[in-house]
């Protein structure tokens, strides 16, 4: 079981990784990749569902935020016991798993929702290379930003009593 001390600075740790995430997505552009905007896929595939603007792009951030603290949660509650290494290789490995559940599940799911297929790891569209490169950049740095936080925050799992 996960105490609330734990809980809380777990989903403070993925708020703020989520929020970095987000960023370097943003940044990214400046570098000649895709920026992806999660909120905005999350907003089309929310109203392209019920054929209006039925959902705001306030809803689809709070969603994106959400998904974030969900991850970091289950980062903690299943796989940081399991996954070796300092916090590094472990947001490097995190965020590498992101990128593949993404590439196989999400990002196929959420683009068939809106309306449009990305294919499995965003083969469908015009410039997978970089989108794929964009998303793994994406996932590594709220990878490596929620161990520096979890390890800030004093988390070690839920045995610990930080």
Request: neutral net charge.
């Amino acid at each position: 079981m996960i105490s609330s001390n734990i809980f809380w600075r777990t989903v403070i740790s993925g708020f703020i990784a989520t929020f970095i995430m987000a960023m370097v997505s943003f940044l990214q552009g400046g570098l000649g990749l895709p920026t992806i905007d999660i909120a905005y896929l999350i907003d089309q595939s929310l109203n392209h569902v019920h054929g209006s603007e039925v959902y705001s792009i306030s809803w689809a951030n709070a969603a994106y935020i959400l998904g974030g603290i969900l991850m970091a949660l289950f980062w903690v509650v299943s796989l940081q016991i399991r996954v070796p290494g300092n916090w590094i290789v472990q947001g490097f490995i995190y965020g590498i798993l992101i990128s593949i559940f993404s590439g196989v599940i999400v990002g196929p799911l959420v683009s068939s929702a809106a309306g449009d297929s990305f294919g499995l790891f965003y083969m469908d569209t015009w410039i997978p290379g970089k989108i794929l490169l964009a998303g793994v950049i994406m996932h590594v740095s709220y990878g490596l930003s929620l161990m520096y936080c979890l390890k800030v925050a004093g988390v070690k799992g839920l045995n610990s009593d930080s």
